[in-house]
């Protein structure tokens, strides 16, 4: 009689992995029983949705949907997805994230990768000083994210020829889900993809993942340290992309209302949520409302907890968000 062997079980260990993509660094860290090629198609699953959804490429297929001239186009499933999920939090947030903000963020400057912009000197001043320096002219945008319509039997999308959409820091948290899916069940994962995070369970005998938030005036200190079991964090700030313009200090997160770089008190929000691309959304939208109205925002959403660092240094944060504190010091501090 033949017997059949049993195949040997692999023995769990930590494999980690990184790489670059949508101009950040991409970090993994698994504790499996799997062997760790699967952290390539991680890789690979970037270096896909990349090509097809980045702006800063003349090739990729968001550029080209860009410069369609009004007539219908025939898009990937994967384009249509993130199209999708952009509209849906669009609606969710009441137009305060739209991913047809493009033409005024090129017109506020950011028009190429940021690593080829004049950036703005360190001294700079963040928070209340942008609302002191910009224009107060208050420019209703030609075209909002309700002028996108989507046909999925036909993959087919509508748009004017004038609008033009920037997926962005929504497309990398959407992204870091699509791959913190395919690793799903494996065993505990953190994907950090230039401060998107996911943190699926927790590491072996720990009660979570210790997760630094660095402190937007020193990013050589933290501000805060949160214990993350199940949860996906995103940070969005007007203290790091900064550029000048015609004497003017810009920043990247634009408000839908006037079509102007935010005036805003806050200058970083971070919020944890169930998906990353939620806490993306939610992190830019309290940024763009302010310090107050943001953190009240936040408070009202179901399943979200946020933390405010204000103009004049203050640390604000949603009542549910104190379970998750490890640290907290407005001041910062050193690893």
């Known amino acids: 009689m033949m017997s059949l062997s049993t195949p040997t079980q692999q023995p769990w260990r930590w494999t980690g992995y990184s790489f670059r993509a949508m101009?950040?660094?991409v970090q993994t860290w698994l504790y499996s029983?799997?062997?760790?090629?699967v952290l390539l198609d991680v890789q690979r699953l970037f270096t896909s949705f990349e090509k097809?959804?980045?702006?800063?490429?003349?090739?990729?297929?968001?550029?080209?949907?860009?410069?369609?001239a009004g007539e219908a186009f025939q898009a990937s499933p994967i384009l249509l997805d993130a199209l999708e999920a952009a509209l849906l939090a669009a609606e969710a947030t009441c137009g305060?994230?739209?991913?047809?903000?493009?033409?005024?963020l090129e017109q506020a400057g950011y028009d190429r990768s940021f690593e080829h912009i004049n950036q703005?000197?360190?001294?700079?001043?963040?928070?209340n000083g942008f609302a002191a320096n910009q224009p107060n002219r208050i420019l209703q945008p030609s075209y909002t994210?309700?002028?996108?319509?989507?046909?999925?039997?036909?993959?087919?999308?509508?748009?004017?020829?004038?609008?033009?959409?920037?997926?962005?820091g929504m497309g990398k948290g959407w992204t870091v889900?699509?791959?913190?899916?395919?690793?799903?069940?494996?065993?505990?994962?953190?994907?950090n993809a230039g401060g998107d995070i996911f943190a699926y369970h927790s590491p072996p005998g720990q009660k979570g993942w210790e997760i630094d938030l660095v402190h937007p005036l020193n990013p050589e200190a933290n501000m805060a340290r949160l214990l993350l079991h199940h949860r996906a964090l995103a940070t969005s700030t007007i203290a790091k992309r900064r550029w000048q313009r015609q004497g003017q200090t810009m920043h990247h997160l634009i408000d839908p209302r006037t079509g102007q770089p935010a005036q805003t008190d806050a200058v970083s929000v971070s919020v944890v949520a169930d998906r990353t691309m939620t806490a993306e959304i939610y992190a830019k939208v309290a940024l763009i409302l302010g310090a107050e109205l943001g953190l009240a925002y936040l408070q009202s959403l179901p399943?979200?907890?946020?933390?405010?660092?204000?103009?004049d240094s203050q640390i604000l944060f949603t009542p549910g968000l104190a379970s998750l504190l490890e640290r907290i010091e407005p001041a910062g501090y050193l690893n």
């Open 23 to 25: 101009n950040t660094k």
């Open 33 to 37: 029983q799997t062997d760790s090629a």
């Open 52 to 68: 097809r959804l980045s702006r800063f490429d003349p090739q990729s297929e968001l550029s080209r949907l860009n410069a369609a």
């Open 96 to 104: 305060l994230y739209d991913p047809t903000t493009l033409p005024a």
């Open 120 to 127: 703005a000197a360190p001294s700079a001043p963040v928070g």
């Open 145 to 168: 994210y309700r002028s996108v319509t989507l046909n999925r039997a036909k993959r087919e999308v509508y748009k004017p020829a004038g609008v033009r959409l920037d997926l962005g």
């Open 177 to 191: 889900d699509r791959a913190a899916d395919k690793l799903h069940g494996l065993g505990p994962f953190l994907l």
């Open 303 to 311: 399943t979200i907890e946020g933390l405010i660092f204000t103009a």
